[in-house]
């Protein structure tokens, strides 16, 4: 099982950066390392997406409408991913979850608002 805890959002310019952080307060060392980890959004009036993706390995993945923008990493001794953003645009505002990849449905945190806006 899992304990996410989204943080780091918050309102800014378009164009401008943020560095969204997800931590893992269950798990051990042993059990996080080898999960795919992923960063999902859901926007006003839009179903959750998955918008990036690292395997155990560090294999990533991201949508369409993020790849050359957005950076995933994690720290496993840590038990954190990160989600950096760059070039944000207003259609990236939503509400940021960290999940496992699949998600476990039962373990969705509150998640960390981002807004883009002049």
């Known amino acids: 099982q899992v304990h996410l805890v989204e943080s780091g959002g918050g309102l800014v310019q378009p164009g401008g950066s943020l560095r969204l952080t997800c931590r893992d307060s269950?798990?051990?060392?042993?059990?996080?390392?080898?999960?795919?980890m992923g960063w999902y959004r859901q926007g006003p009036g839009q179903q959750r997406e998955l918008v990036a993706s690292?395997?155990?390995?560090?294999?990533?993945h991201y949508a369409e409408s993020v790849k050359g923008r957005f950076t995933i990493s994690r720290d496993n001794s840590q038990k954190k991913v990160y989600l950096q953003m760059n070039a944000l645009k207003p259609e990236d505002t939503a509400v940021y979850y960290c999940n496992v990849v699949p998600a476990y449905e039962d373990s969705w945190g509150q998640g960390t608002q981002v807004t883009v806006s002049s």
């Open positions: 269950r798990s051990i060392f042993s059990t996080f390392a080898p999960r795919t």
């Open positions: 690292i395997s155990s390995r560090t294999n990533t």
